[in-house]
Each structure stands twice: as structure tokens, then as C-alpha cells.
């Protein structure tokens, strides 16, 4: 099953030269700068290199972050933190107020920042994997498996690196609490319709897809409800896409309750489930429409006219169909006996 995804930028960021003159002494100093400045670009080049794989990303990550630590941690391994923690300052901007640099002379920021692009980069290369046609079970596991990866950075960075910074946080930018957990849960809610499309797949029961899909729906809301209190010209493009989300799970889940109905012949309460899907899957069209008329971070692109979209409006209007005729073959044998 084809998927969508909707994407923010990723963060840019300042070169960082890690020069350090009458600071740094001798060959072996020398070489960790010079590493640590190779390391730091070649991680730059892999966020947009479109042969990158995750095991190269990971190598590349481990190699920067293992040379970083020296900036964080004392190398005595005492509870004490580096005496180069503060030496150098870093520049990042931000995923959804464009190209206004933070700043911050810590390289805490520096971990956390280019820990966030490792992440969404984990998220974009899910979204292209599975936005081919024909998706074989290895990707869409692979789709799955890094999407948990990243989110389980978002949610590592949150917990253990942000406490940290000395200057906190600026609110509605990346590295606040809200936007965060906005990534966790979308993370987490796009795996969960991996898990949905593979149910389907291998034929499951309707019932278990209905609860998987309502969950999913749920998640979506969540994320939502969490951008809620930001400011609109920077989040409003990404609400739109969990509220599509929203409708569009919760359109999921109403069509395979339907069929569960039906298979208990209960006629009259699946068709006006059915109902209920074919109106959310209408409002999750006008969303479609509206999301990409609103500006803001993300693609510009037509989700209605998507592959995965498409197919949930055919079965919903055929499942309604199906539950419609059964029905009249109920209805006619009490209609010959009056």
C-alpha cells in the first residue's frame, strides 16, 4: 500500500571551522578538530544525498556525535562536564520559521540540533520508501523501523539532552516541548498505518483493523492538539495534514466496523456506519484541498489525488454498496409476506 507523508524542511546550520588557535596544542588535538570538521561536513551531505542509506547515516552519525562528546563530557569520566563545552558557537535554523538562525555558544545545542536533523532525516527517507507503488514487505518494514528510530530520537533528545542547555528552549521553535512531542506522535502514528496497510494485506479481521485505524486517528489528533497553542503562519500547513489524518483514520475505522456489522448481519447499523465514513472521507477531501492551498513549511502537492487516498473513497462506496444490497435481500422477504 502507497503511502503519504507530509514533511518540514530540514534545519540548516553555519560552518563550523572547530579551529581553536593557542588553544588546541599538539598533532593529536589537531587531527580531532580536523576530524570533527570532516565528520560535521560529511553528515551535512548526507541529508540531502539521495543515495543515503540508514546504516551510512548511522555510521556517520556515531562518528560525529562519538568525536562531539569530548565538547560535553570530562574525559576523566567524573560527573564533571568538558571545559570545551562553551567554546564554540553554533547556528541552526529552525524547521518551521525558515531561515531566522538560533544561536547558542553550548555544544549541547550542537547534539541536540544536529540529532534533530538525523531524525527528520530518518522521517523523509520513511516517506520516500513508501511512497512507491509497489512497496514490498522488506520496505515496508524498513518504512516502519525508521520511523521508530526516529522516534525514539525525538523522544531521546527531550528527555536527556534538552534539560541541559543552558539557555532554554525559545517557544513555538524546534527544540520546545510541544513541537517534540508533535514529532513523536506523528512518528508513531505513521508507523501505525504501516501496520494498517500489512493488516489489510494479509486479509485480518475487520474488527482489529477498525481499532487499529481508530488508534491511529487518535495519535493524529493528539499531534494536533499539541500545535494547537502555537502560532498559525508557522504551523497551520501541519495541522491541516494530522486533521486529514485525523478524518481520513477515523473514515478507516468506521468502513471496517461496517463490515464487522455486516458479518453479524446487522444490516442497518453498517450502513449507517458506512455513512459516517463516506461523510468523514468528504471532509478529509476538503482538508486535502485546503492543505494545499495553505502556505507554510512542506511540500506543495494534491493528496486527493493520491494512490492511498483514492482507494478509501472505492471502499467506502463500495463497502456502502454491499451492506445496501444485503440489506434489500433482507427487507424483500418481509415485503412479499405484507
Given at each position: ?27 593529536s ?83 541536540i ?61 524546534d527544540?520546545e ?97 458506512l ?11 476538503a ?39 444485503e ?9 412479499k409476506?405484507?
Open positions: 500500500m502507497t503511502h503519504w507523508f507530509h514533511r518540514n524542511p530540514l534545519k540548516a546550520t553555519a560552518p563550523v571551522s572547530f579551529n581553536y588557535y593557542g588553544v588546541v596544542t599538539g598533532p588535538a589537531s587531527k580531532i578538530c580536523n576530524d570533527l570538521r570532516s565528520s560535521r561536513a560529511r553528515l551535512l551531505e548526507l541529508f540531502t544525498d539521495l543515495s543515503c542509506n540508514p546504516e551510512m547515516m548511522k555510521n556517520a552519525a556515531d562518528s560525529y556525535f562519538s568525536l562531539l562528546q569530548g565538547f560535553i563530557n570530562s574525559l576523566d569520566e567524573s560527573t564533571q562536564e568538558s571545559k570545551l563545552r562553551y567554546i564554540q558557537n553554533f547556528k541552526w535554523t529552525d524547521t518551521l520559521q525558515g531561515q531566522v538562525p538560533s544561536a547558542q555558544q553550548d555544544a549541547v545545542f550542537e547534539i540540533s544536529m540529532g534533530f536533523n538525523v531524525a527528520l532525516w530518518y522521517t523523509k527517507y520513511a516517506s520516500r520508501l513508501a511512497g512507491k507503488e509497489n512497496i514490498t514487505e522488506d520496505e515496508a518494514k524498513e518504512v516502519h523501523r525508521s520511523l521508530k528510530i526516529a522516534a525514539g530520537i525525538f523522544k531521546h533528545l527531550k528527555e536527556s539532552h534538552i534539560p541541559k542547555l543552558i539557555t532554554p528552549a525559545e517557544k513555538g521553535r527544540l516541548s510541544r513541537l517534540i512531542e508533535a514529532y513523536v506522535i506523528q512518528c508513531q502514528a505513521e508507523a501505525q498505518e504501516v501496520t494498517i496497510a500489512r493488516a489489510i494485506e494479509l486479509k485480518h479481521a475487520p474488527g482489529l483493523i477498525a481499532a487499529l485505524a481508530y488508534e491511529t486517528a487518535n495519535f493524529y489528533q493528539k499531534a494536533d492538539h499539541t500545535l494547537s497553542s502555537l502560532e498559525p503562519a508557522y504551523s497551520a500547513k501541519w495541522r491541516k495534514y494530522l486533521h486529514l489524518k485525523m478524518c481520513f483514520y477515523t473514515a478507516y475505522a468506521y468502513c471496517y466496523h461496517g463490515e464487522t456489522l455486516l458479518a453479524s448481519d446487522k444490516c442497518g447499523e453498517a450502513i449507517r456506519s455513512q459516517e465514513a463516506e461523510k468523514l472521507y468528504a471532509k478529509a477531501e482538508l486535502c484541498k485546503e492543505y494545499g492551498e495553505t502556505k507554510g513549511p512542506g511540500p506543495t502537492v494534491k493528496p486527493s489525488g493520491h494512490l492511498f487516498f483514492r482507494k478509501l473513497g472505492n471502499l467506502v462506496k463500495n463497502t456502502l454498496e454491499k451492506c445496501q444490497r440489506n434489500g435481500f433482507i427487507l424483500n422477504p418481509n415485503q409476506k405484507k
